[in-house]
């Protein structure tokens, strides 16, 4: 919906297709397009069909994640430009491959990330960067929204609306249930990634925007798991999702450690106390004190100072007129969060959930091996202690998690350091005929 509002807002620009495999949905969004742009665009289901038309200059992408690569290769592959929603890829053979078919044929490609045109986030960036507050040692970054548990929903016919085939797209072929059309496929692992590639690539990408010239990690590590409500005599029960609603991963970048924090039972009281807020956000802590919410504190310090002024080859801006802007200009070293850049953030989320799928339960009462002996490391693993225990009433003493063992990564080559395991994750097993190609 906000694609549309965006686009079709603009008097230089004209939305001419929708494109859904779910024809229920199209009435509603022609009806938008009508009122924001005045024309009556075609509906279809299948891209392909719309990728066809010559007349077509650009495609914005807001499907569901398993989708948003093979939607941006095909339609630079055909010549069109793109600006595709977070996470630019599903997994990181993904998006290293969308950015050579950017490249290749010259297309802009401009991700959902759009915290890149915000004045702030420029500022705190710059002023890392400048050097004035010393070095910086963790980046950290929060994306805890209520996640709570989406129950179970039984197997059956598509709704004959659906193209269900086209809505599997690169995914296996499976069974239809109510929980992955049109929002919950988030916490399925063959359709999304959870919440660190939801709201938490956001997070991320500002995490790694901070750390000057940051590209890969050299190692990652990843605990946590997926509990949901409880009733009081009960302890937590599972549900449908697949993907953990509370992890914390740590990524090394030598003299900096980026950290992720996702707390989801958060956002209402299920047990006496007050209810675990949630917290989106990022932070900074450098050599000299910290920067949050926009300001620098001193070491030891609650008395916040603005940030310099600092200059930056980056203006803030919408980044849906950014986009626009750039393919007119034909320049993609002006929009405001690049496919590069894009896949680099989003394959930071993909190498926390290669380190968490690949962990084992081990006892709630053990310490988290391979975490970093770091104190804003150690918080985020008391926090998810704390979390627990007021939200569903689990003290993990007497429980389990997952924890993944610390995997070394090769940023230049964009592989694991002795785990074929963990290299097997790094792409997936695609359905024919939508197949992300390995040849560019």
């Not at 009806?31 to 509906?43: D, E, L, M, R, S």
């Not at 209520?146 to 609306?161: A, D, N, Q």
């Not at 990408?205 to 890969?216: F, V």
């Not at 310099?308 to 929009?335: T, W, Y």
Request: charged share 25%.
């Amino acid at each position: 919906a906000s694609h549309i509002d965006a686009f079709a807002s603009m008097k230089d620009v004209e939305v001419t297709y929708l494109i859904d495999p779910d024809s229920r949905i199209h009435e509603r969004r022609v009806k938008q397009v009508q009122a924001k742009g005045g024309n009556t665009p075609k509906c279809v289901q299948d891209i392909r069909q719309a990728l066809e038309d010559k007349n077509l200059d650009a495609v914005s992408v807001a499907t569901c994640n398993h989708w948003h690569a093979l939607i941006t290769f095909w339609a630079c592959q055909a010549g069109k430009d793109v600006y595709v929603e977070k996470p630019c890829s599903h997994n990181v053979f993904e998006g290293r491959q969308c950015v050579s078919m950017a490249r290749k044929n010259d297309c802009i490609v401009q991700h959902g990330t759009q915290s890149r045109g915000d004045g702030r986030w420029i500022r705190t960036v710059a002023a890392i960067a400048s050097g004035k507050y010393g070095k910086l040692l963790v980046s950290k970054a929060y994306a805890s929204k209520p996640r709570w548990s989406i129950g179970f929903k039984e197997t059956k016919e598509p709704p004959k609306e659906l193209d269900f085939n086209i809505w599997l797209g690169p995914a296996q072929e499976q069974p239809y249930h109510e929980n992955i059309v049109h929002y919950n496929w988030h916490w399925f692992w063959d359709f999304g990634n959870g919440e660190i590639g939801n709201q938490g690539v956001h997070q991320m990408d500002i995490a790694r925007w901070g750390i000057p010239g940051a590209t890969l990690p050299k190692s990652v590590v990843s605990m946590g798991g997926r509990w949901v409500d409880s009733a009081k005599d009960k302890p937590p029960y599972t549900d449908q999702g697949q993907t953990p609603n509370m992890q914390v991963t740590v990524f090394d970048f030598g003299e900096t450690l980026l950290v992720y924090e996702v707390l989801g039972l958060c956002g209402k009281s299920v047990v006496d106390g007050k209810p675990f807020p949630p917290k989106v956000d990022n932070e900074f802590y450098l050599e000299e004190g910290r920067i949050i919410g926009g300001k620098f504190f001193p070491k030891d310090s609650d008395q916040g100072e603005s940030l310099p002024e600092v200059e930056s080859n980056k203006a803030p801006g919408d980044v849906f007129r950014n986009f626009i802007n750039c393919m007119r200009s034909r320049n993609h070293e002006q929009l405001h969060a690049d496919i590069l850049d894009a896949h680099y953030s989003s394959a930071l989320c993909h190498l926390g959930n290669i380190a968490y799928r690949l962990g084992k339960q081990v006892p709630g009462s053990s310490a988290a091996e391979g975490f970093p002996k770091n104190p804003h490391a150690q918080e985020s693993l008391d926090k998810l202690r704390a979390n627990l225990k007021e939200a569903v009433g689990l003290d993990l003493d007497t429980a389990s998690y997952q924890l993944g063992a610390k995997l070394d990564f090769d940023p230049a080559a964009e592989k694991f350091v002795g785990s074929d395991d963990a290299n097997a994750l790094l792409t997936r097993k695609y359905r024919e005929p939508f197949v992300v190609p390995a040849v560019v």
